[in-house]
């Protein structure tokens, strides 16, 4: 199989990029966030409160061996989005690896930071609303300090995904059209 795998941080473009890139190959697209919810009923976001971080590389890793036996019963090509943590499970990757080509899209840690902060709400006693698990857990109390914890998280995540990657794409601040466009360029060549 030749799938393109999407992956990056969260806020990176995955979806909208797997979306565009399905439409420019004609090929079909898979989320695995979506598959998640698919197979369990939950959204990712539910099953990591409700149960943690194991519960949902578990579910995760349920949800790529499901999608490798489509894929593989299909014997088609296929963009994939696959959610933010993915690097930190192996059994995840090790059940899309044979389909095809891991591409890091690496998107900068200030336009990754500001997407988070968009989705922030401040509650009025204090704290945040809709942070992503992982700062949420950190009970940040300014957006200096919810830009401070992603910092390190950017940090560690980024150089994960570069080991992983077969293609790494720096995404900059260019048009979502245009780097649908690069990904597919870099694929081809």
Known sequence: ????????????????QAKLLSGMLELPSYDTDDIISSVTGKSPREIYTEGGQDAFRKAEAEACKKLAGIITEKGCRAVIATGGGICCNEEALDALRPLGKFVFLNAPENAAADRIIRETRELPGGGFENLPAYIERKSPRSILEIRSIFHEFYTERTDLYARI?????????????????????????
Do not use: P, Y
């Open 1 to 16: 199989m030749d799938c393109i795998i999407l992956m990056g941080i969260k806020h990176c473009g995955k979806s909208t």
């Open 165 to 189: 990657a077969d293609i790494k794409l720096d995404m900059g601040r260019t048009g979502k059209e245009e780097n649908a466009a690069r990904i597919a360029a870099l694929l081809a060549g």
